[in-house]
């Protein structure tokens, strides 16, 4: 089992919907949580950043944290095509310098 | 991409050469990562650096080797390439001093053939 686990998709959306992702993790020790967006044939670019446990909002974009249950999310709202992109959940331990990651949520948005 | 500049962008090469890939930073980070990308299984870590002449595995570091002898170069070296390395290469870097803790910036890739 993987530490970390994101469904893959593919997202099909219509423009203006609300995107939902989330991923499960299994370590109890991560604190610190990511979404990162990546467009085709570019590197990952943070998205969201977010710290235990709680919700953290950026224009369109939420980020909630529930460590109880081990899940983390991340919703688009609003969605427009320029949204179109793989989005990557992170997250590590106090002090670890490493991240584990999910493998990635393909979302499009069409107009 | 946050002064991050992979080289080089694209390369196709044959099975059994030696392939050597490089990460240059202009942010003065004190972690560098380097990252294969395959499909299905997202992000995977192959080695990383603490500090100059400091690195240690990742969960994938077999057949590859890394050299950090200034803050701002990381190299990555198969060195005999197979074409399960086929793979786009990301490097990655990181600081302590970041407050946002552990968050790491990617640079834009490399996109490797092994024919």
């Known amino acids: 089992q993987k530490e970390v686990e994101q469904d893959p998709g593919p997202l099909s959306v219509p423009e203006g919907a609300i995107v939902s992702l989330n991923c499960t993790y299994s370590n109890s020790a991560f604190q610190y949580f990511m979404w990162y967006r990546q467009y085709s044939r570019k590197g990952p670019e943070l998205l969201m950043y977010?710290?235990?446990?709680g919700n953290k909002e950026d224009g369109r974009f939420t980020a909630q944290v529930d460590k109880s249950s081990k899940y983390i999310s991340l919703f688009i709202r609003d969605s427009q095509p320029s949204d179109s992109a793989t989005y990557l959940c992170a997250m590590s331990a106090r002090n670890d310098y490493k991240l584990s990651f999910g493998a990635g949520t393909t979302v499009t948005v069409r107009a | 991409d946050a002064g991050i500049t992979q080289s080089p962008r694209h390369k196709v090469t044959e099975t059994g050469t030696p392939v050597t890939l490089r990460c240059h930073q202009t942010e003065n980070h004190r972690y560098m990562y380097w990252y294969r990308q395959d499909p299905g299984h997202g992000l995977r870590l192959i080695h990383y650096s603490y500090g100059v002449k400091d690195t240690d595995k990742g969960e994938v570091s077999d057949g590859y080797s890394v050299s950090r002898s200034k803050t701002e170069d990381f190299l990555l070296t198969l060195e005999s390439a197979t074409s399960s390395q086929t793979s786009v290469y990301f490097c990655?870097?990181?600081?302590?001093?970041?407050?946002?803790?552990?968050?790491?910036?990617f640079g834009p890739g490399t996109r490797l053939t092994v024919l």
């Open positions: 977010t710290y235990s446990s």
């Open positions: 990655a870097i990181s600081d302590p001093r970041d407050s946002r803790t552990d968050t790491q910036y």
